[in-house]
């Protein structure tokens, strides 16, 4: 079955639809991310359909070191675990082994690290990334692959990314093994390439052309966002998107701002997460079409405005920002919590925006004028 519908295109954004055995989804669109099967700042499955969520996204090194995939498998998979039924994109875990293991090995098996929980040593490989997604039973499942910083030498990225192409082929041979076994959760899970490369155009546009004809049902660009400057990202998207096939979904790993995201979908992208929105709602920062507030600044105190004018989030509907203002200072979960939400909400509905303008061919203009709305002062 063909995943990925392109519907239209208007420049090099793409509008598209992409088909899975929990659910359809439109894009372009931003997975809502819960690293342990919950967003952090008590945001519930409920809260997730009410605000628009698409896909929510959880990760396989975080599962596996605390509660375990085996566990959840036997309770039903990471869908029946969450009560949620629609789609979920399961992070590999490589990202997590090369940034928070501070002791590593890497070898041509895989990484032996000790786990930042308990120091308990891991081994973890392309065959173990696969089956411990394969037990978590999600939509979509990442391929194992090593981040190199985005200034790493040429010298180190090299052979990083010539392993990480050979990980990725015994990604796609386990996962064909396990998908066939009579007890897998999800037998139609769905694997995803990772495209690295760190700042060095060659190297991403020569991994990208091989990856590409392995015929996935998606493909991501990983290792940005992680030391290297905006244009400089924007520049290995330039170069680099053209050569991921273009009926295939393209997934720019945690990215970003909501700028990024809009620049980055002019660039040809389609899939989007990051933590930004609730890792800022928690500190009461909060976004709107007009850049970002700041919710413990004094001048909200007698504020009896929502968050934003026109927003439909369950935090604008109901309070003001005087009374999140008051919870936030008064370190009440609450407002964390309402902040969680409005920015999840409107990172969801950007996308509803960015969907709406690719339709109507008028993507350009939107671009330029998000942009020149969220530089100027409220």
Same mark, same amino acid.
């Given at each position: 079955?063909?995943?990925?519908?392109?519907?239209?295109?208007?420049?090099?954004?793409?509008?598209?639809?992409?088909?899975?055995?929990?659910?359809?989804?439109?894009?372009?669109?931003?997975?809502?991310?819960?690293?342990?099967?919950?967003?952090?700042?008590?945001?519930?499955?409920?809260?997730?359909?009410?605000?628009?969520?698409?896909?929510?996204?959880?990760?396989?090194?975080?599962?596996?070191?605390?509660?375990?995939?085996? @566990?959840?498998?036997?309770?039903?998979?990471?869908?029946?675990?969450?009560?949620?039924?629609?789609?979920?994109?399961?992070?590999?875990?490589?990202?997590?082994?090369?940034?928070?293991?501070?002791?590593?090995?890497?070898?041509? *098996?895989?990484?032996?690290?000790?786990?930042?929980?308990?120091?308990?040593?891991?081994?973890?490989?392309?065959?173990?990334?696969?089956?411990?997604?394969?037990?978590?039973?999600? @939509?979509?499942?990442?391929?194992?692959?090593?981040?190199?910083?985005?200034?790493?030498?040429?010298?180190?990225?090299?052979?990083?990314?010539?392993?990480?192409?050979?990980?990725?082929?015994?990604?796609?041979?386990?996962?064909?093994?396990?998908?066939?076994?009579?007890?897998?959760?999800?037998?139609?899970?769905?694997?995803?390439?990772?495209?690295?490369?760190?700042?060095?155009?060659?190297?991403?546009?020569?991994?990208?052309?091989?990856?590409? *004809?392995?015929?996935?049902?998606?493909?991501?660009?990983?290792?940005?966002?992680?030391?290297?400057?905006?244009?400089?990202?924007?520049?290995?998207?330039?170069?680099?998107?053209?050569?991921?096939?273009?009926?295939?979904?393209?997934?720019?790993?945690?990215?970003?701002?909501?700028?990024?995201?809009?620049?980055?979908?002019?660039?040809?992208?389609?899939?989007?997460?990051?933590?930004?929105?609730?890792?800022?709602?928690?500190?009461?920062?909060?976004?709107?079409?007009?850049?970002?507030?700041?919710?413990?600044?004094?001048?909200?105190?007698?504020?009896?405005?929502?968050?934003? *004018?026109?927003?439909?989030?369950?935090?604008?509907?109901?309070?003001?920002?005087?009374?999140?203002?008051?919870?936030?200072?008064?370190?009440?979960?609450?407002?964390?919590?309402?902040? @969680?939400?409005?920015?999840?909400?409107?990172?969801?509905?950007?996308?509803?925006?960015?969907?709406?303008?690719?339709?109507?061919?008028?993507?350009?203009?939107?671009?330029?004028?998000?942009?020149?709305?969220?530089?100027?002062?409220?």
């Amino acid at each position: 079955m063909k995943n990925y519908e392109l519907l239209t295109k208007d420049g090099r954004a793409k509008r598209g639809r992409f088909t899975t055995v929990h659910g359809t989804v439109e894009t372009p669109l931003f997975m809502n991310v819960g690293t342990v099967g919950a967003i952090k700042g008590a945001v519930s499955t409920e809260d997730l359909e009410e605000i628009g969520t698409q896909v929510e996204l959880s990760n396989t090194y975080h599962l596996h070191v605390r509660t375990g995939d085996e @566990t959840i498998k036997k309770l039903g998979g990471l869908h029946k675990f969450m009560r949620w039924d629609r789609p979920i994109l399961t992070d590999s875990g490589g990202f997590q082994v090369f940034s928070l293991a501070e002791l590593r090995q890497i070898r041509e *098996e895989g990484v032996s690290f000790r786990s930042h929980i308990d120091g308990h040593k891991i081994f973890m490989g392309p065959e173990e990334s696969m089956r411990i997604q394969s037990n978590l039973g999600s @939509t979509i499942a990442m391929a194992f692959d090593e981040c190199p910083n985005a200034k790493a030498d040429r010298d180190y990225v090299v052979p990083s990314v010539e392993r990480t192409t050979r990980w990725l082929k015994r990604c796609i041979a386990e996962m064909e093994r396990l998908n066939s076994l009579p007890d897998t959760i999800n037998p139609s899970q769905l694997l995803f390439g990772i495209n690295q490369g760190a700042v060095f155009e060659d190297i991403r546009i020569a991994q990208a052309k091989e990856i590409a *004809e392995l015929d996935l049902p998606g493909y991501a660009i990983g290792g940005l966002a992680v030391g290297e400057t905006h244009e400089e990202m924007y520049h290995i998207l330039d170069v680099t998107v053209p050569c991921l096939p273009e009926d295939r979904p393209t997934y720019l790993m945690g990215v970003g701002t909501p700028e990024n995201i809009v620049e980055a979908v002019y660039r040809g992208v389609d899939f989007f997460d990051c933590v930004y929105p609730s890792r800022n709602g928690r500190h009461g920062h909060v976004y709107t079409h007009f850049g970002r507030l700041n919710m413990m600044n004094a001048r909200f105190e007698l504020d009896e405005k929502p968050l934003e *004018e026109g927003c439909g989030c369950p935090a604008c509907r109901r309070y003001s920002r005087a009374y999140i203002h008051h919870l936030m200072k008064a370190k009440e979960m609450l407002g964390m919590r309402l902040c @969680t939400l409005h920015n999840l909400w409107f990172y969801n509905h950007l996308m509803e925006e960015i969907r709406a303008a690719i339709d109507a061919h008028e993507y350009e203009q939107f671009r330029k004028q998000f942009i020149d709305r969220l530089h100027s002062e409220e």
